[in-house]
């Protein structure tokens, strides 16, 4: 791109007015979920029975039969039709960001030279993708050429774009799961069991148990032409380069400030599509860092959350196109400013209404409440270097650790109060204990939680994992995840401690102690046992990290080493418990994390190494020569010590330039000579940590002395949108 070519797109950006919406006459709740084959359109278009038997079978989760799909197929045929769409997909998430579909049309031979709409059972139960072009780890190749999709009857269909959408899980013929929706619903399956098993402790009536999700979804914006200009946005979703502004967030003026109006339109729009496909959003406000946002709906039962926040990542690319943006889900996309994260609050509810991480009215509520919690902390501290492996990615690995985000280790606030609760009942006494079977409950705190907790409003945003009052947020996943991998690890592990815990509290009251004793007993043993995983203080802190190593608590940083902790024994044996993955499938998984991890960096290493050598070198180099023809006419006006003095600055920079040249060129040929040796490497594993030891330390030098020469080289040649640029939206 010439010099003229970067301001034209400049300006091209800065000139830019809001794109008006058109706002639906109705209010909200008129067209609220209106592209969606929800209970009220099933009740519509299935016929009594139909509707009846398919509301039982995603109740009770059970299976549905062929000639009941065949009825539902039908129903939603006709649904879909009337609204317009033409066409149907199989809607999942394979193991690469986001989600695949494969569009088919409504339409069979009718036999006669014609054609009918049609659209069978057998379509909407199973269909078979051709998967060979999803990463599997070998699966496929080692078990069955072929993979399925089915029917999740637990989200409902939708219509985007005349193209009615069919969330389905997506597996091996041999049910080895090819992607994230598979799991998280064994997960969600476990978690149900384990946790409605100790919440029939204190309410016989309870049934089941949902997982409820609530994410909080961060972006950046940036204008298109300013974005097509910055072929390392284009094509890895970061700036690769690109010096800091003068000007960014030190102003702490954009959060929470006035919503520039072409991004208030656009807010607009996106609001009035994700209310039509039923995804509740909610909040929506600046974030910390220049052209940052956030959108956070209100929560639901986690499968439906996280298909939410998957089609919400899609529509909100679409939209964001027609108001001539770009967004960018990158959990780093500049340097030197915060990045983005996507907090998954999570709870546990029993379906009699019971919120099982607030606080009750009464001690009893009081010790469910504590059960559950410290349950939680148990999970957590067992399984804190898996859980860290679950949010983790070559993308996420920028934003941790730095300092703005969860440093790369797990720990758990839990506020004073909550603290001061758990210390009480680790060393209270049997006497202390006979206080609440008494009902007062008061010496060991039980009774005073509600009041407590109220104004549990210390947040701690250092903190991974942090308990809010009636949730813990898991804030350490990163923007662009899928929010399965997270919920999938943190799901089954908790399941796994509940249902240890229920075992121990069975066999002491096998043993004949009452109910309350055993409780509270276990309680103690796990406090004491899980005690590191609880820290409070200043998650960025240096005394931190050496305090984590003390405790034991994981603190490896190399993304391709801390996917290590999917198969460890421990988290091989939990999984299998639960019946969430089995060794193969784990195995299979992290041959495709570090495979990913590989491209990613391989990718960006390209697009540097280009970036580096046909852009920044050859303007630098003319600039350079710019000051050298100089350099030699002020030379031949002044001679001697006053010609010397004159061009001893020019001089000095000419110097500077070729010193930085130099060091990129050499570093972009260690860059190029790391790729090629890591590629060599047949292991996956083996490669990726060639490519993290290897290839991305170069990759900082590169950019470090590129930034520099941005400093130097005169602006109107500069060839790439700067920071400055990019980061403000008029
Ligand atoms: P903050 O930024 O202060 O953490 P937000 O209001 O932005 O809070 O986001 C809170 C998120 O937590 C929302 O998505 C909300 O729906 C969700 N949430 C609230 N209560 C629960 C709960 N019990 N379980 C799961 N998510 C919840
Ligand atoms: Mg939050």
């Not at 797109?9 to 109705?26: N, S, W």
């Not at 499938?585 to 570090?594: G, P, T």
């Not at 697009?607 to 600039?623: F, K, Q, S, W």
């Not at 290897?694 to 020469?709: F, N």
Request: aromatic share 8%; hydrophobic share 40%.
């Amino acid at each position: 791109m010439s010099t003229s070519l970067r301001f034209k797109v400049v300006e091209e950006a800065f000139d830019r007015k809001a794109i008006p919406v058109e706002t639906p006459a109705e209010r909200p709740d008129a067209y609220y979920a209106e592209n969606v084959f929800n209970r009220q359109q099933m009740f519509r278009y299935l016929p009594r029975k139909t509707y009846e038997a398919l509301i039982h079978a995603i109740e009770n989760r059970v299976p549905i039969s062929r000639s009941l799909a065949d009825g539902v197929a039908e129903g939603m045929k006709r649904w879909a039709i009337d609204k317009g769409a033409r066409h149907y997909t199989h809607w999942f998430h394979p193991l690469t960001d986001g989600t695949a579909e494969k569009h088919d049309a409504f339409v069979e031979h009718d036999g006669k030279g014609g054609v009918v709409e049609e659209f069978a059972g057998k379509l909407l139960v199973q269909q078979e993708p051709d998967a060979s072009s999803f990463p599997n780890g070998g699966i496929r190749n080692t078990f069955e050429a072929r993979g399925y999709s089915a029917w999740d009857i637990s989200s409902p269909a939708f219509i985007i774009d005349q193209t009615l959408c069919i969330p389905t899980i997506f597996i091996s013929y041999t049910g080895e799961s090819l992607d994230y929706k598979t799991p998280l619903l064994r997960a969600l399956n476990a978690v149900d069991k384990a946790a409605a098993g100790v919440a029939r402790y204190f309410d016989p009536e309870v049934k089941h148990v949902k997982s409820f999700l609530g994410w909080e979804q961060e972006y950046f914006l940036v204008d298109e032409a300013l974005y097509s200009a910055r072929p390392d946005l284009a094509l890895t979703g970061r700036t690769l380069m690109g010096h800091e502004s003068a000007k960014n967030q030190q102003l702490e003026d954009h959060y929470f400030g006035a919503i520039p109006s072409r991004v208030e339109a656009f807010m607009l729009d996106l609001e009035i599509q994700c209310h039509r496909l039923g995804i509740p959003a909610k909040t929506r406000h600046n974030e910390v860092a220049p052209n940052q946002f956030e959108l956070a709906p209100i929560y639901e039962e986690t499968n439906l959350a996280n298909d939410h926040n998957l089609l919400l990542m899609s529509v909100m690319s679409e939209v964001a196109r027609r108001h001539n943006f770009r967004v960018l889900f990158h959990e780093k996309p500049f340097a030197g400013i915060n990045g983005s994260g996507k907090h998954n609050n999570w709870s546990l509810g029993t379906d009699t209404g019971t919120q099982l991480f607030a606080p009750g009215k009464t001690p009893e509520d009081n010790l469910q409440f504590i059960t559950f919690v410290v349950n939680v902390m148990a999970a957590v501290h067992k399984h804190n270097a898996l859980l860290k492996a679950s949010i983790m990615s070559a993308t996420n690995a920028h934003r941790l650790g730095a300092n703005e985000a969860p440093p790369a280790i797990i720990s758990i606030f839990t506020g004073s109060q909550l603290a001061e609760i758990l210390d009480t009942i680790e060393n209270s006494t049997p006497e202390d204990m006979a206080s609440l079977s008494k009902k007062s409950g008061y010496s060991i705190g039980l009774a005073q939680i509600p009041e407590l907790m109220i104004d549990n409003t210390d947040r701690n945003r250092t903190s991974p994992f942090a308990f809010t009052g009636n949730r813990f947020e898991f804030r350490a996943v990163g923007s662009s995840a899928n929010c399965a991998s997270a919920m999938i690890a943190l799901n089954a592990a908790v399941a796994d401690q509940l249902a240890d815990f229920k075992t121990k509290i069975d066999a002491r009251i096998a043993a004949g102690e009452v109910l309350k004793d055993a409780l509270l007993a276990e309680l103690r043993v796990l406090i004491k046992e899980s005690k590191a995983i609880h820290f409070d203080g200043n998650g960025y802190s240096e005394e931190w990290r050496l305090e984590a190593e003390r405790r034991g608590l994981d603190c490896e940083t190399s993304a391709p080493k801390i996917f290590d902790a999917y198969l460890k024994e421990s988290s091989v044996e939990m999984f299998a418990r639960t019946g969430v993955f089995t060794r193969v499938e784990l195995e299979a998984r992290n041959e495709v994390k570090w495979e990913m991890y590989t491209k990613k960096i391989q990718i960006e290493a390209r697009v540097l190494g280009d970036l580096a050598i046909n852009h920044i070198i050859p303007v630098a180099t003319r600039y350079q020569s710019m000051l050298v023809d100089n350099v030699v006419k002020l030379k031949t006006l002044f001679s001697g010590e006053k010609g010397y003095r004159i061009v001893e600055h020019d001089l000095d920079t000419i110097e500077k330039i070729s010193r930085h040249m130099s060091v990129i060129k050499s570093k972009v040929d260690e860059m190029v000579q790391a790729r090629k040796d890591a590629n060599a490497i047949a292991d996956e594993r083996s490669k990726a940590l060639a490519y993290h030891d290897t290839v991305v330390p170069p990759m900082e030098v590169i950019r470090y002395h590129i930034d520099k020469l941005e400093l130097m080289v005169d602006n109107e040649m500069w060839p790439l949108p700067k920071y400055r640029e990019l980061l403000f939206i008029r």
